[in-house]
């Protein structure tokens, strides 16, 4: 089976440029996450959808961070402009619906904002 | 404060040594109850998920939760070099996917 898929891998750009990442779930998982893991701390959930609706977007900065699903399968995070505070790894994550605990993760975008 | 605390470590065994990692929560609605594996430059990886208080047990590995605590563990036994990675917990209130991860635990494994 193969694991969820994200690109790119690792992304440089400068404040206030745009960036944009891509994920591709696992197949047949109608719910997909985005988190965001700042360097020395845990995952923190930016948007969950299932299918193509979103269920949680509460903890995204919805001034300057979008996400779509378009036809419930690959999704993709866009950060406009971006600010010093965004340099992080991005990770995308797809699970059953109602199957909190099996989520699974891909290797996720490490995003640097100079 | 927090809804999960979790110390950072760096936790550093010898090789063949238990390893013992916890976390501490505040929201006692929070009901599932996961640890993560995350290796350098890796996305996390499910290692044990619970519900209940109690034990669980999986190779290695045992999970416990102590909800009249608020107090979650996980320990490893007979530790590799290959267990070096770091160690989140995560909780969850409904099972509805809204974790709540901590900080992770460095764990550094020496031959």
């Known amino acids: 089976e193969a694991g969820v898929a994200q690109s790119p891998r690792y992304k440089i750009i400068e404040k206030r440029q745009s960036v944009a990442f891509w994920c591709n779930p696992i197949?047949?998982?109608?719910?997909l996450y985005w988190y965001q893991q700042i360097l020395g701390q845990g995952p923190k959930l930016l948007i969950q959808?299932?299918?193509?609706?979103?269920?949680?977007d509460s903890q995204l900065p919805k001034d300057r961070f979008s996400a779509e699903r378009l036809k419930g399968v690959d999704s993709t995070l866009k950060i406009q402009p971006a600010k010093l505070e965004d340099s992080a790894v991005y990770l995308c994550?797809?699970?059953?619906?109602?199957?909190?605990?099996?989520?699974?993760f891909g290797p996720g975008t490490r995003l640097t904002v100079l | 404060q927090k809804e999960v605390e979790q110390d950072p470590g760096p936790l550093s065994v010898p090789e063949g040594a238990i390893v013992s990692l916890n976390c501490t929560y505040s929201?006692?609605?929070?009901?599932?109850f996961m640890w993560y594996r995350q290796y350098s430059r890796k996305g996390p990886e499910l290692l044990m998920y619970?519900?209940?208080?109690g034990n669980k047990e999986d190779g290695r590995f045992t999970a416990q939760v102590d909800k009249s605590s608020k107090y979650i563990s996980l320990f490893i036994r007979d530790s590799q070099p290959s267990d070096s990675a770091t160690y989140l917990c995560?909780?969850?209130?409904?099972?509805?996917?809204?974790?709540?991860f901590g900080a992770g635990t460095q764990v550094v494994v020496t031959p």
């Open positions: 994550a797809s699970s059953y619906p109602g199957t909190s605990g099996g989520q699974f």
């Open positions: 197949s047949g998982h109608a719910t």
């Open positions: 959808f299932q299918n193509n609706g979103v269920v949680d």
């Open positions: 929201n006692s609605a929070f009901q599932y």
């Open positions: 619970t519900y209940s208080s």
């Open positions: 995560a909780i969850d209130t409904h099972s509805w996917g809204k974790l709540q």
